[in-house]
């Protein structure tokens, strides 16, 4: 069974910085993708920023020059880097999981981020 846990969320202020973690533990073979999404209330899940199994990274227009993804050594574990947060990066953050051979998707349970002004 695979799971995901997220940490590192809380309250922040506009300008400052956090930065949410993501643990990955059980049977992943091989990992296509490995991302971060975002909900507020009221709103459909976004794609904030994530990561290729060859490297490439894609973010979200909005957190470009924010927010940077990373990967621990032992690649079971990702960041996302906030720095200067604004009020509407305000959510819930969902760490996701796309595995390479069965395509199957992971979801954390969220971590909510709230950025006061």
């Known amino acids: 069974q695979v799971q995901l846990v997220e940490s590192g969320g809380g309250l922040v202020q506009a300008g400052g910085s956090l930065r949410l973690s993501c643990e990955v533990s059980g049977d992943i073979r091989s990992v296509l993708v490995m991302g971060w999404h975002r909900q507020a209330p009221g709103t459909e899940r976004e794609l904030v920023a994530r990561i290729f199994n060859d490297g490439r990274t894609e973010y979200a227009d909005s957190v470009k020059g924010r927010f940077t993804l990373s990967r621990g050594n032992a690649k079971n574990t990702l960041y996302l880097q906030m720095n200067s947060p604004k009020p509407e990066d305000t959510a819930v953050y969902y760490c996701?999981?796309?595995?390479w051979g069965s395509g199957s998707d992971y979801w954390g349970q969220g971590t909510q981020v709230t950025v006061s002004s």
């Open positions: 996701h999981l796309r595995s």
